[in-house]
């Protein structure tokens, strides 16, 4: 008799891929490392991590670039995590790099053109030449032209033009010294996808990210917190309203949505019935021009 075929489910499908990804670049290159901000796609990005080594450690440092304005409840989820599982946590400050002189910060007060040469700088510090981050095609029009192996050349730049093939899942992870490669083991994502498998298997996110009471004011047709880093100006008065946030950055840029989202069950409902995707709905930075990301990334941006 025939044994019944099992047919994989789409998350497992999507699980199996990204842990084959993340074991490849393990296997490939000789000093990777994770991007971690405490987000939610970095999070799901550790939980892939952790089964793809598991009962060993994760075998790759993981990295944090700060800005400095980052929202308080996500940073201490970050040290939370980083204890709860023993990671080796490389921080780069933007801070401190402003503080040596080897970036300036913007007339607007925004950090997050500054976190590019950051980024660089603690790469090259630490030796790192492939960086895995949980960015998704989804997310933007740059991101989607980009390939799940992202050669980068000595200055950390990006040329969309100069990308490898990736055929039958083969990956190219050949690198010079000073180049290094991106990896985006959860390219073929979307935010649903990464909210039914947080659903699925139990990964623990920030309360940031499901609805909460919180002082914000309306810019551009986006509500953004009252706090130490992002103030209302006089014709931009402040009001309490149930919100949460479908990413997290820098608070100067990033922006709520109207929610009463508070259950992973809630916010499934909610990302279902979306039509913009989450940082056009709520980043600032990818507003400034139809290009926006495409330039940053060239320049080095993640």
Known sequence: MESPRRILSQLEVLESEAIYI???????????????????????MLHLARKAFAPAAVPMAILHVDTGHNFPEVL????????????NLVVGSVQ?????????????????????????ETAEKYGFNAL?????????????KERIFSFRDEFG?????????ELWNLFNARVHVGESIRVFPLSNWTE??????????????PSIYYAHEREVFERNGMLFAAN?????????????ESVRYRTVGDATLTAAVRSQADTVEKVLD???????????????????????MEDRKKEGYF
């Open 76 to 87: 201490d989820f970050r040290d939370k995590i980083v204890a709860q599982y023993s990671l």
């Open 96 to 120: 401190d790099a402003i503080d040596r002189g080897t970036v300036k910060e913007e007339p607007n007060g925004t950090r997050n053109r500054t976190q590019t040469p950051v980024l660089l």
């Open 22 to 44: 993340i074991r490849e670049v393990v296997a490939e290159i000789e000093r990777p490392a994770l991007m971690f901000s405490g987000g939610k796609d970095s999070l799901v």
């Open 132 to 144: 895995l981050g949980g960015a998704r095609r989804d997310e933007e029009k740059a991101r989607a």
């Open 192 to 205: 649903l996808d990464i909210w039914e498998y947080i659903a699925a298997e139990g990964v623990e996110v």
């Open 157 to 165: 730049q990006w040329d969309p033009k100069k990308q490898r093939p």
């Open 270 to 292: 909610e990302v279902a019935s979306t039509r913009i995707t989450e940082r056009g709905a709520t980043r600032g930075d990818d507003r400034v021009s139809e290009a926006a």
């Open 228 to 240: 130490e880093f992002c103030r209302p100006m006089a014709a931009e008065p402040t009001f309490m």
